[in-house]
């Protein structure tokens, strides 16, 4: 009787061992699944901080092969110009062209006492007025410009200039239309009040005067004189 039992219990025993290493295999977590497929892993927590993903780099910026790009100073990111042909070279050029008063060699505008009259013509064109101004014993023939005024006496030489126009060169250093009289009284050497109204002083063949206006007492008219 045991012996025919015993095959019996045999097969019992056997299901019952595979009846537990199936349990087994049905609680494990498919490991193979989750680490292939990112579809399967555990989706982050409202809160908890995610991987960080690496910024992606600027694109370059390339310019073009041969481009001729401006390089930045170090004076605060200016771009540096070359004098050359700039404007304060030309401000320079501009300084340079006007003459220190000089008692010795006289002119105004570049018109110098003396000059003959096709000469001035060259300079300045032809004036927009002409007329006669009788000056005591001789008849002075004015030429009348855009704020400058040319006087000619005997054999058609300059006796007389006058600007009374802002913005006309004198060709002077110093004293142009508008200029505070303190300082062209500077230029001339000649004494200053704050009563003057006008400055003066003699120079070869004839004398220069500037008259100043009474309110402000600045610049009104530079007239370069010849002597009768």
Known sequence: MRKSLMPFAWTLGALALMSSLIACSNNAPDAGIAAIDPAAAPATRSGEGSPARPAAASPAVVSPAGANVPQASATHGKIVVDASGS??????????????????????????????????????????????????????????????????????????????????????????????GREAAA???????????????????????????????????????GQD
């Open 187 to 225: 230029v001339l050497g000649d004494d200053f009040a704050s009563d003057t109204q006008v400055l003066s002083r003699d120079v070869a063949g004839g004398m220069v005067k500037v008259d100043l206006d009474p309110a402000t007492r600045t610049v009104l008219s530079v007239k370069l004189i």
């Open 87 to 180: 404007a304060p070279a030309e401000q320079a050029a501009d300084r340079e062209a006007l003459s220190r008063f000089d008692p010795k060699h006289p002119s105004l505008a570049g018109i110098t006492l003396g000059m003959d009259e096709k000469e001035v013509l060259r300079k300045l064109g032809e004036p927009s007025q002409k007329y006669d101004l009788p000056e005591k014993e001789i008849v002075v023939h004015m030429h009348e410009y855009d704020g400058l005024s040319v006087g000619f006496g005997a054999k058609n030489r300059v006796v007389y200039v006058e600007i009374a126009k802002a913005g006309v060169d004198t060709g002077l250093e110093g004293i142009q239309i508008g200029t505070e």
